[in-house]
Every structure is written in C-alpha cells, then in structure tokens.
C-alpha cells in the first residue's frame, strides 16, 4: 500500500483551466490518454507534508489565503521531466515564489528545489517523445491566474479545503 500525503495545489482560474483541457483534448484527440491523475483542476503543486499536519495546513491554508491576493502570471512555456512528464510552465514571478514559500520555506541549501509546472501528460518516455510535437505545434503563451489553493490528500484522491485567494489587490 503506497503512503498517503498531503499536497497543497495552486488552482488557476476556470479560462485557464479550460485553455489546458483544450491542450489535453488535443492529445486525447490523437490517442494520448497518460497516467497523471485526472479529475482533479489544473494547478501547480505548491509541495507535499505528511498526513500528520493535516491540522497545521488547514489551519495556514485559512491564514496565508486570506492574506494572498490572486497571482496573475504568464504560461509561458512547454517543458518535460525525465521524458516522462509534459508540462506548461510558467514565467516564474515573485507573487508565486511568495506563496509556495508561505507554505514551504525550506530553500534546499541556497538551491530551490520546486519548480512549478501544470502536467499535462505523464506518460513512458516513448508516448511522450510522440505527443511532444503535437503540444508544442499547438502551444501558445498565455496569461493565467491563480485563484484558489487547495489541500488535497493522495491516494485515495480526498479534497481536504479549498480557500480562495484575497481578492482584493
């Protein structure tokens, strides 16, 4: 039995989500389906804790949220790890670096070990090498934004809270 955890998940707005779920339709289109987990919003992972400070994150999902005005950034970018993952990356701003530091402040030495990506496919290094093309044909950079924040715990997938960012700017 795998280990469950918690995640904290950046959400985007719903054009945004809509404009990735074109992308991933365009690879369903084509036959890619991919392992990622489905049915959940796109988003970036902020990080990951154990089931152990489920409380603690609740608790500083309702004080940074109410504190954080939505991010406005720029998808600006397709990217992979290890031929495995395709994702849209964003063109990192402050405001984002901000919060995932409000919830994750370990920095790794000087050397940040997060990057934020919204998958689009996880897959076998040979399914990806094949839909990479076909995302990046139709790729386009565009502006998005964060609205919400969400505590999920995997696996089973359960959404634990959502808050949604301060709208007020």
Not at 154 to 160: D, E, G, N, Q
């Amino acid at each position: 039995m795998q280990d469950k955890a918690l995640f904290l998940l950046a959400n985007f707005d719903s054009e945004t989500q809509d404009k990735l779920g074109g992308y991933y339709d365009t690879l369903l289109q084509h036959g890619f389906i991919g392992t990622q987990t489905k049915n959940i919003p796109y988003h970036f992972t902020l990080g990951s804790c154990s089931v152990d400070y489920e409380k603690r994150m609740i608790n500083e999902l309702n004080k940074i949220c109410s504190e954080t005005p939505c991010i406005d950034i720029s998808l600006g970018y397709i990217g992979l790890f290890e031929q495995r993952v395709i994702f849209v990356a964003p063109c990192m701003n402050f405001e984002l670096q901000k919060l995932q530091n409000s919830f994750f402040d370990d920095c790794g030495n000087g050397c940040h070990k997060w990057a934020a990506h919204a998958t689009l496919l996880l897959d076998e290094p040979q399914v990806i090498l094949k839909a990479l093309p076909i995302v990046t044909e139709k790729f386009q950079p565009f502006k998005a934004r964060i609205e919400s924040v969400a505590l999920y715990e995997f696996f089973p997938k359960r959404l634990i809270k959502e808050c949604i960012l301060n709208p007020v700017e």
